[in-house]
């Protein structure tokens, strides 16, 4: 090459990055409201839960290498439409994308549910708010319109927000998983590990479902794809590296959690991990882990609403959603389509409310559980099934075999009562889709050449 293309494409690869900062990419996408509020969640169980912690690893591996296969096939995949139509037809596009869409704003009232979950700790140290359900409606609504606010600044804002979030909320944190080692009573423990009067492997497989709310956000390591150095070999690595991460940093909260603090207290708190800081530390540490948690969680929530507007635009883009999510301001903020958004997050928040913080935060990641499954079944039967232009290869059918066996099981660990609900919502959206749709899909992006 000349001169000026050497020097082109040495600034091009300075502008990557290697697999170990795309690996806490990856984790990082996924270590969200779920470390601070599932401890509360799976101590109705007990220890026991651990094991499912590792399976859903597993499990979580098994889809994340589907998805960093078709990040080879699609290097410019922005929503499930791109790899889903090609192989399985514009409905099944529709539902894996709308479905998708649908389990980002609900998960975001579960974010809300957490964040406010810990600032009300903080709150209630100067303040006589009490912890009744309409004190806790009235803060995730309020947290929800904040957020929403925050977008319509625009992208830039809600980055840095996010960034400033992760920093403050997760150095107090992590000393209590260092330190909390100090602390751990191993009898305690052992007298937690099955609390729910099942069996164990019943526990373990009931428990796939809510754990796996922790493993949503591994798809986002395919987006990656197109920054990282060497990305056939880089974006598996550090989507894999990360699920590990991921499920490393929640397996050892969960089980440090529950050999300080006596799961039936653990079980019944809003605020675990301040709860466990007050164990360790005495009263003042409280309401600062209360803080730093409620902080990183709120940033989350900022995130996701963001993604939540950027996908609902993609989605109206290509015709699944009406005209009005896919607006955007002149500050690149899906404006309209967020508002409505955020009204039927305000919708959900009331729906589900539940006498308990872990009980509203259970029932809303079940419901997003399922539908996220639709999108990551249909990554699966995309890659299983191949298109007429890139027949599926072995190592494709074998990534998307297991990318669908991990989705069985997580529908089978799934209430039955949730799962109607999902299919209902589904085949609702489907039916509006086809009754009233009137513009015309798209055409579908070239087909890329096969994976070397």
């Avoid at 709150?123 to 957020?147: C, E, F, N, S």
């Avoid at 526990?203 to 056939?232: C, K, Q, R, Y």
């Avoid at 959206?429 to 579908?444: E, H, I, V």
Wanted: glycine share 12%; hydrophobic share 55%.
């Amino acid at each position: 090459p000349s001169p000026a293309r050497q020097a082109q494409m040495s600034a091009t690869s300075a502008r990557k990055i290697g697999p170990l900062l795309a690996t806490f990419v990856v984790a990082n996408n996924m270590i969200g409201s779920g470390f601070f509020l599932l401890p509360a969640t799976l101590a109705k169980s007990g220890g026991v839960t651990a094991l499912s912690w590792l399976l859903c690893t597993v499990l979580a591996m098994m889809l994340g290498g589907a998805f960093a296969r078709l990040a080879r096939h699609h290097p410019d995949l922005e929503s499930p439409d791109d790899y889903v139509r090609p192989s399985l037809g514009r409905d099944a596009s529709f539902l894996a994308t709308t479905m998708y869409w649908v389990s980002s704003w609900i998960g975001n009232n579960a974010i809300a549910v957490a964040a406010f979950g810990y600032l009300l700790v903080v709150l209630q140290t100067w303040l006589p708010l009490g912890d009744g359900a309409g004190v806790r409606l009235g803060g995730q609504i309020a947290l929800i319109w904040l957020m929403f606010a925050l977008n319509l600044l625009g992208p830039r804002p809600i980055a840095r927000f996010q960034s400033l979030c992760l920093v403050l909320g997760l150095l107090p944190v992590l000393a209590i998983l260092t330190a909390g080692w100090a602390h751990f009573d191993p009898a305690l423990y052992r007298a937690a590990w099955n609390v729910s009067g099942q069996s164990d492997m019943s526990v373990v497989l009931h428990s796939l479902a809510p754990i796996f709310w922790a493993f949503i956000g591994l798809e986002t390591g395919v987006m990656v794809a197109g920054v990282v150095d060497n990305p056939d070999r880089n974006v598996p690595r550090a989507t894999l590296g990360g699920i590990a991460i991921a499920g490393a940093v929640y397996l050892v909260s969960s089980v440090l959690m529950m050999g300080i603090v006596p799961v039936g207290e653990l079980a019944d708190s809003g605020a675990p991990f301040a709860l466990v800081a007050g164990q360790m530390f005495g009263p003042w540490a409280i309401p600062l882990i209360a803080a730093a948690a409620a902080l990183k969680a709120t940033g989350t929530l900022g995130g996701w609403m963001l993604v939540t507007g950027e996908s609902g635009a993609r989605a109206a883009q290509r015709g699944f959603l009406p005209a009005v999510f896919g607006r955007l301001r002149a500050n690149g903020s899906a404006g309209p389509g967020l508002l409505i958004i955020a009204t039927m997050m305000t919708a959900l928040a009331v729906l589900t409310l539940s006498p308990t913080v872990s009980g509203q935060f259970e029932v809303l990641i079940e419901m997003v559980v399922i539908l996220v499954v639709m999108t990551y079944a249909a990554a699966g039967l995309s890659l299983l099934l191949g298109t007429p232009e890139r027949p599926a290869a072995r190592r494709e059918r074998m990534l998307g075999m297991g990318a669908l066996v991990a989705c069985g099981l997580l529908v089978w660990s799934t209430p039955g009562k949730t799962l109607v609900g999902g299919l209902v919502i589904a085949l609702l959206a489907w039916a509006a889709y086809r009754g009233f749709s009137r513009k015309p899909p798209p055409p579908l992006h070239k087909p890329t050449p096969p994976a070397r």
